[in-house]
Each structure stands twice: as structure tokens, then as C-alpha cells.
């Protein structure tokens, strides 16, 4: 369950940034947990995400079994739908399964003009070396 309450300061476009770096999702094939590092970013309209709701509700996918994929659009295109924002992407930095790091991004579609936009700064992975 997500809470939302009123925009402190509507009709002022701003960038909104949520890191959660410890993620963790089961694989629909093996149940096994995947973990990634998401950064979700979005411009507020009438209404903003209550933190700790956003927290839980990610916190839930710990027994939520999808793909990357999956998780990574489907929380982006949950939150823009029930949120409205004027703009939302999500960057989903996916851990190596099977020696394979995956990364997923999604956006609602062009930002607000003059929206500063700062760059999501997740290297990829890069292994041992």
C-alpha cells in the first residue's frame, strides 16, 4: 500500500530521487533472491510518495517473484499511475544471474523543460576486475 500526500510546493518543478541499493526480488524460475540497486526519479505534481510507504512496498518484493524486467517497469509505471507525477524514470541496476548483470530504465516520457536532471551515477558492474 503506497501513501501519498500534497506537493509542498506545487506548481515549482523539482527532481525527487529515491535510492534503494539493496533491493531483492525471487527469480520466477529457481525462487532464488536477485538483488539490484534502483533509483527511481520524479517531477511532483499535486501529490508526492510518503517515504516509508515506498519503502515497505519495496521491502514486499523481497516474496514477489518476476522478472527484472518485471519489477523494474512495473514499479515505475505503479507509482506514475497512482502518483501522477509530471514525470518519473527508474534505473534498475541488477545484480549478475547466471553471469549476466541486467539493467533495466524506464520513463513516463520527456521530462518538464528546465527540469535539472542528474545523471543516476550506478556504474555497471564490473566484476573482479
Not at 525471487?26 to 532464488?32: F, I, Y
Not at 536477485?34 to 520524479?42: E, G, N, T
Not at 512495473?74 to 539493467?103: H, K, N, S, T, V
Request: hydrophobic share 40%.
Amino acid at each position: 500500500m503506497l501513501d501519498y500526500v500534497l506537493n509542498p510546493r506545487p506548481g515549482k518543478p523539482y527532481l525527487v530521487r529515491f535510492t534503494a541499493p539493496e533491493f531483492t526480488s525471487l527469480c520466477p524460475v529457481t525462487g532464488q533472491p536477485d538483488f539490484a540497486h534502483l533509483v527511481i526519479d520524479y517531477a511532483p505534481a499535486a501529490t508526492i510518495v510518503e517515504s516509508k510507504s515506498l519503502k515497505l512496498f519495496l521491502g514486499s518484493f523481497r516474496n514477489h517473484a518476476a522478472f527484472h524486467e518485471d519489477c523494474t517497469v512495473g514499479i515505475g509505471e505503479r507509482l506514475f499511475a497512482e502518483m501522477q507525477p509530471l514525470w518519473l524514470r527508474i534505473g534498475g541496476y541488477w545484480y549478475p544471474r547466471g553471469g549476466i548483470p541486467i539493467d533495466v530504465f524506464w520513463q513516463s516520457g520527456e521530462p518538464p523543460a528546465g527540469l535539472w536532471l542528474p545523471p543516476q551515477d550506478v556504474p555497471g558492474y564490473r566484476g573482479r576486475g
